[in-house]
Structure formats: structure tokens, C-alpha cells
Nanobody
């Protein structure tokens, strides 16, 4: 019933930028915390950034100053602007939310940063 769809991944050179978008269920954005996670080769999934119902944001130390999470209530999307990308940012990026106690994940979008 709940679908989260990520888009915007791709291949980019180090120092470049990408903008990821997460399409969430109707009225999810602005009502629930939505987060971006990533999982690189051989690594565990980790939190990258999240935005709460009140608009508060939280970022992993490794991306502070480079990534920005934002929401668009009209489009019901949560975006992740990624600047100054580094090879270590290479991973599959996933969108996540919690609705009425249940956790939902998108299918993921691949981000590859070349040196």
C-alpha cells in the first residue's frame, strides 16, 4: 500500500553535484519524519540526512556542509541536494519513513562518484 520511489541517482565526477528525490505517499511529507540512508559496497546502511514533521533536520557528520535535505509539501517529495561529491559517497541511497509504527523503504537509487 505504501510506496516510496527514489530518483536522481547516476554517475558523477568527484566535486560534482546530484539531486535525489523521494516521492512519498500522499500527506506523508510534513507529517512524518523522512530520511535518506545509504549503503556502500561492504558497508552497513547508514543515516545520511532526515527531516522531521516540524522541519527540523539532522545530518551525518560526513555530509554536513555538503548535503541539504528539503521537502516540498505540494509535490509530496523530499529531496537531497548533494554537492562536492566524493568517491566515498558512492552507495545505493534509500528513502525511509515511519507511518503509524511501520517502517517503509524505497527501492534505492545508485550514486557513483568517480575520482
Amino acid at each position: 500500500q505504501v510506496q516510496l520511489v527514489e530518483s536522481g541517482g547516476g554517475l558523477v565526477q568527484a566535486g560534482g553535484s546530484l539531486r535525489l528525490s523521494c516521492a512519498a505517499p500522499l500527506r506523508t511529507v510534513g507529517r512524518n519524519t523522512i530520511g535518506w540512508y545509504r549503503q556502500g559496497p561492504g558497508n552497513q546502511r547508514e543515516l545520511v540526512a532526515e527531516i522531521g514533521a516540524g522541519g527540523s533536520t539532522n545530518y551525518a557528520d560526513s555530509v554536513k556542509g555538503r548535503f541539504t535535505i528539503s521537502e516540498d509539501n505540494a509535490k509530496n517529495t523530499v529531496d537531497l541536494q548533494m554537492n562536492n561529491l566524493k568517491p566515498e559517497d558512492t552507495a545505493v541511497y534509500y528513502c525511509n519513513t515511519n507511518i503509524r509504527g511501520l517502517v517503509y523503504w524505497g527501492q534505492g537509487t545508485q550514486v557513483t562518484v568517480s575520482s
